[in-house]
Structure formats: structure tokens, C-alpha cells
């Protein structure tokens, strides 16, 4: 079992939460104005003069290591392995910490096949009181979602 001095825990105590997104996870940081921040993740929790705050849950801390352990929900064994390890060492690790996202990358909306309740589909939308002429301009351009055979 590894165990950590209290150096070593005053030490990782002192990294705050924006400065190790910075380094550690630069795509999950959302500058949103100033000095103040949120994540990806989590939209609600805010990052500003280090300290974090996570709104929805009404929770917030002062370290990276507060952050790891109350949102990241790891041990604080785990929580300080990461936050001891060298640079090299935490980016060639399978803790799952360095992601990277393609944000950028084009997405299109794929719509199911017509099906042949296509008809019943549009009475029905008709008779909830859209007016046919609606329903019949949408399923024309495809922008309506077409559903499947089975009727529930």
C-alpha cells in the first residue's frame, strides 16, 4: 500500500482546480469571462479566484484534489496518485485523465427510413390539431422524424 508524506499532501492540497485543468485537461475548460471558468462536463461548475463551485449539486472546494474526490468521485489513494505523478508519467497513464475530444468534428443528423406508417403518423399528428398542410410541408422536406414499423 503506497502512502503519502504530509509533504506530499500539503503539496497536492496547494494545486488549484484551474491549474490542473490547465495542464492536465485543457479540453474540459470553458473560459467564460474574466478570470472565471466552467467545465465541459459539468456547465454548472464554476472556477474563479481558486476556489470552485459546483452549483447544481451545491458543493464546491479549493484543490484539484477536492475536485477529484467530490466530482470525479475517486478515492483519495487514486485522487493523489495522479496529483503526485510527473507530467510524463500522468499523460502515458490509463487513468483516463488526459482526454481528447474532437469538438469540431461535423456532425449530421441521420433521420430513419420512411416507413409505411408514414400516412397514419401524419393523420395522427393532424387529428392532436396541426394543421395537415404543417405536417405534410415537414414530411416533405424530411425534417420531421419518420418512425418505425411497430405501433405502440
Request: aromatic share 10%; charged share 30%.
Amino acid at each position: 500500500m503506497t502512502y503519502y508524506t504530509d509533504e506530499q499532501i500539503k503539496k497536492a492540497r496547494s494545486i488549484d482546480l484551474l491549474t490542473y485543468l490547465q495542464t492536465y485537461e485543457p479540453t474540459e475548460l470553458v473560459h467564460i469571462r474574466g478570470n472565471t471558468y466552467c467545465t465541459r462536463e459539468h456547465d454548472s461548475l464554476k472556477i474563479s479566484n481558486g476556489k470552485w463551485m459546483w452549483w447544481s449539486r451545491g458543493f464546491g472546494g479549493n484543490s484539484a484534489l477536492d475536485y477529484l474526490i467530490k466530482v470525479k468521485g475517486m478515492s483519495f489513494m487514486d485522487a493523489m496518485k495522479i496529483l503526485t505523478k510527473d507530467e510524463s508519467d500522468l499523460h502515458n497513464s490509463d487513468a483516463g485523465i488526459c482526454r481528447k475530444h474532437n469538438h469540431d468534428a461535423e456532425r449530421k443528423m441521420l433521420l430513419p427510413e420512411k416507413s409505411e406508417l408514414s400516412a397514419k403518423v401524419m393523420w395522427y399528428l393532424a387529428g392532436r390539431g396541426i394543421d395537415i398542410d404543417i405536417v405534410k410541408e415537414f414530411w416533405t422536406a424530411r425534417t420531421a422524424p419518420h418512425f418505425c414499423d411497430k405501433v405502440h
